[in-house]
C-alpha cells in the first residue's frame, strides 16, 4: 500500500519577458473577431481572445486589455457582438486594430455592416460567424478583463473559412489533403 504525500509547490520562477511570451502564445492559432458595442457611441476592435465557455447557458467570453477604450464601453453595455471573420478579411481586421481609426459611428463608414436584430451592434458583413450576446460577468484577468456574454441570437455562414491568426500573421485554413486554402 504506497501513501501519496503532497510535494512542496514549485518555487515561482520569473516570468518570461513580455515579447518570449507573446512569441511563445502565437504558436496557438486562434480566430481573428471584431467586437463590436451599438448605441449612441459604437465601438469596434479586433480581438483574437474570445472563446466559447458554455452550452448551457450558451456562454462566450473575451479578453480585452483594461487600457483599451472598448473595456470601458463594454463595462457600460447591456449587450456586445462578435464577428468571427472569414479568410480574406485581414482588411477589416486590420482596420479595427487601428488606433487611429474615427470614433463613433464613423468608424463603421469603412465596412459593410448591419444593425444586429438582438443586439443593435454592428454585424460585419462576410463574418463567418456572428454571436449577439448579453453581457452576462467580468472578471479581473491580471492586465485584462475578461467579459463573459450569454448568447443571444448567432448567424453562420456555411461553409465560410475562418480568417486564422498564428505566429504573429494572418492565414488561411488549408484543407488536409494539402489543397490550396478556400
Known amino acids: 500500500m504506497s501513501t501519496l504525500t503532497a510535494a ?3 518555487r515561482a520562477e520569473p516570468a518570461a519577458a513580455p515579447a518570449r511570451l507573446r512569441k511563445a502564445l502565437g504558436a496557438f492559432a486562434t480566430g481573428v473577431t471584431v467586437v463590436t458595442v451599438g448605441g449612441k ?4 476592435m479586433t480581438a483574437n481572445s474570445f472563446t466559447s465557455v458554455s452550452l448551457d447557458p450558451a456562454l462566450v467570453l473575451l479578453c480585452v486589455g ?6 470601458r464601453v463594454l463595462a457600460e453595455a447591456g449587450t456586445f457582438a462578435v464577428s468571427v471573420l472569414g479568410a480574406g478579411q485581414e482588411d477589416v481586421a486590420r482596420y479595427f486594430a487601428d488606433r487611429s481609426r474615427p470614433a463613433g459611428a464613423a468608424q463603421f463608414e469603412a465596412v459593410d455592416w448591419r444593425p ?3 443586439s443593435g451592434a454592428p454585424l460585419i458583413t462576410g463574418a463567418a460567424v456572428r ?3 448579453a453581457a452576462w460577468r467580468t472578471y479581473e484577468g491580471g492586465d485584462h478583463t475578461i467579459h463573459v456574454g450569454r448568447i443571444l441570437a448567432l448567424d453562420e455562414m456555411p461553409g465560410r473559412e475562418p480568417l486564422v491568426f498564428h ?3 494572418f492565414r488561411q485554413v488549408v484543407p488536409p489533403d494539402g489543397g490550396e486554402a478556400l
Open 66 to 71: 483594461n487600457d483599451a477604450v472598448m473595456n
Open 131 to 133: 454571436f449577439e450576446c
Open 116 to 118: 444586429g436584430g438582438a
Open 41 to 44: 457611441s459604437p465601438r469596434g
Open 8 to 10: 512542496a509547490p514549485p
Open 167 to 169: 505566429g504573429g500573421q
